[in-house]
């Protein structure tokens, strides 16, 4: 039921209270009837309303979750695809993303002081890793090669995990 046949069927028990109440002889019971037909109306429209509004509540909760998992979902298969592709792909999706968490994790910032942040890189890395995080090591040759796989992100990201 919608909210505009509530508040019509409301108004039309109103009404016919009313005249089924000046009907009557006795009219000393008027009063008391139609505040008692208002009082039924108002408890059924805040009864609908408070319905309506957990309903939307519930419903946006739940979409808003799965939506949220669903797009955590495709972020992560494209990152896996990512690094399961060529270097290239690395260089252009993966690197510039794991080096700003790099960042962000050990305070380090490239711009201030080079040398500390690859320091820091190799010591959190080691240098087989480094070299997948290093933001200065993008390939300007064989950008068609493999990339590091899928065991070396996911080791990059366990260690980024424990800083």
């Known amino acids: 039921m919608t909210l505009k046949k509530l508040v019509a069927a409301g108004l039309c028990l109103v009404i016919g209270v ?6 009557m002889p006795d ?3 008027v009063l008391v009837t139609v505040g008692l037909a208002v009082a039924v109306t108002l408890l059924a429209l805040r009864w609908f309303l408070v319905r309506a ?29 990512w690094s399961e592709s060529t270097r290239s792909d690395w260089d252009r999706h993966l690197r510039p993303m794991l080096a700003r968490q790099y960042g962000i994790a050990t ?30 090591n993008v390939a300007r040759t064989d950008k068609h090669g493999p990339g590091p796989g899928r ?13």
Do not use: C, H, Y
């Open 18 to 23: 009313q005249v089924i109440a000046m009907l």
């Open 27 to 29: 009219r000393r019971l």
């Open 53 to 81: 509004s957990e309903d939307d509540a519930a419903t946006e909760g739940a979409n808003g979750a799965e939506e949220s998992l669903r797009r955590w979902m495709s972020r992560t298969e494209t990152l896996i695809s």
């Open 107 to 136: 305070g380090q910032k490239q711009n201030k002081n080079p040398e500390g942040f690859r320091a820091t890189g190799r010591m959190l890395f080691g240098d087989e890793l480094w070299a997948w995080v290093d933001p200065d």
């Open 151 to 163: 065991s070396a992100l996911d080791e990059i990201l366990r260690k980024l995990e424990q800083v």
